[in-house]
């Protein structure tokens, strides 16, 4: 039997979208974040429970498929399904659709159990995955693989971390990492295209104190950007973004 297909309306915000009137990359995570966790309170899953045994879920890769980015003021059904697992990982599916059911956005993610005292993933108990109906398997569905990063021919940009970056985990929350990203790319670059996809994979935690930097390759005529968030040398995430021209 698949697993629950949770469903919940919502109204885009103004201020969750930014100059093309459409939902920043940041708020689109948000929302779908917010719906997984609002199917989780439900029964009695929410993160404050899951954190009272001493772990936490912690998304590792979301690959994103934007049709048509929602806009401010637009109600929209936000739909999740925690499809699957192995000993180890979780994937979870979400939706964006409009008020007639046209999926808008299409978002795979992978996920795993993160000891909140050692920073170590662990084995996922079966309590925290059998109440959604996922099914158990042997292997998971592969998430896009990104293009490898050219340090040579990249624009970078320096940013602190601060209190306001650190989420309920202790550490930056994941969907801060995309505006590092996004912020790499000029006012023209950005005002003359909107996004079609991007898939951002998370390596290791960026904690409060880290100065990062974020780094950029333009590739394919300026329709694919290739990004890396750095702290002390190491590549903490990495990301690939997809766009088309407008005007």
Same mark, same amino acid.
């Given at each position: 039997?698949?697993?629950?297909?949770? /469903?919940?309306?919502?109204?885009?915000?103004?201020?969750?979208? #930014?100059?093309?009137? &459409?939902? /920043?990359? $940041?708020?689109?995570?948000?929302?779908?974040? !917010?719906?997984? +966790?609002? !199917?989780?309170?439900?029964? #009695?899953?929410?993160?404050?429970?899951? $954190?009272e045994n001493g772990v936490t879920w912690v998304v590792i890769q979301y690959d994103v498929d934007i049709k048509e980015l929602p806009k401010?003021? $637009?109600? @929209?059904?936000? $739909?999740? !399904?925690? /499809?699957?697992?192995?000993?180890?990982?979780?994937?979870?599916?979400?939706?964006?659709?409009?008020?007639?059911?046209?999926?808008?956005?299409? @978002?795979?993610?992978?996920?795993?159990?993160? #000891?909140? &005292? &050692?920073?170590?993933?662990?084995?996922?108990?079966?309590?925290?995955?059998?109440?959604?109906?996922? +099914?158990?398997?042997?292997?998971?569905?592969? =998430?896009?693989?990104?293009?490898?990063?050219?340090?040579?021919?990249?624009?970078?940009?320096?940013?602190?971390? &601060?209190?306001?970056?650190?989420?309920?985990?202790?550490? @930056?929350? #994941?969907?801060?990492?995309?505006?590092?990203?996004?912020?790499?790319?000029?006012?023209?670059?950005?005002?003359?295209? =909107?996004?079609?996809?991007?898939?951002?994979?998370? +390596?290791?935690?960026?904690?409060?104190?880290?100065?990062? /930097?974020?780094?950029?390759?333009?590739?394919?005529?300026?329709?694919?950007?290739?990004?890396?968030?750095?702290?002390?040398?190491?590549?903490?995430?990495?990301?690939?973004?997809?766009?088309?021209?407008?005007?």
């Amino acid at each position: 039997m698949a697993a629950e297909i949770f /469903t919940e309306d919502y109204k885009i915000t103004n201020f969750e979208t #930014n100059l093309h009137g &459409t939902i /920043t990359l $940041q708020y689109l995570l948000d929302v779908i974040v !917010q719906a997984s +966790e609002d !199917q989780s309170q439900a029964i #009695n899953l929410g993160t404050e429970k899951v $954190q009272e045994n001493g772990v936490t879920w912690v998304v590792i890769q979301y690959d994103v498929d934007i049709k048509e980015l929602p806009k401010a003021g $637009q109600p @929209v059904k936000l $739909q999740t !399904q925690g /499809t699957s697992y192995t000993k180890s990982f979780a994937n979870r599916h979400f939706w964006i659709r409009d008020m007639d059911g046209h999926i808008l956005v299409e @978002v795979k993610s992978l996920w795993v159990m993160m #000891n909140l &005292t &050692t920073r170590k993933m662990v084995r996922i108990p079966e309590s925290a995955v059998t109440p959604y109906g996922s +099914e158990k398997v042997k292997r998971l569905e592969r =998430l896009h693989k990104l293009h490898k990063f050219d340090v040579d021919n990249a624009k970078k940009m320096k940013f602190p971390v &601060t209190f306001n970056d650190i989420d309920f985990n202790g550490h @930056v929350g #994941n969907t801060r990492y995309i505006n590092w990203m996004s912020d790499t790319l000029s006012f023209d670059f950005q005002k003359g295209r =909107l996004p079609t996809g991007f898939s951002i994979k998370f +390596e290791d935690e960026v904690r409060y104190g880290d100065q990062v /930097t974020s780094e950029v390759n333009i590739i394919d005529d300026g329709n694919t950007t290739v990004h890396q968030i750095m702290v002390d040398g190491k590549a903490r995430s990495m990301a690939e973004i997809t766009w088309k021209k407008i005007n």
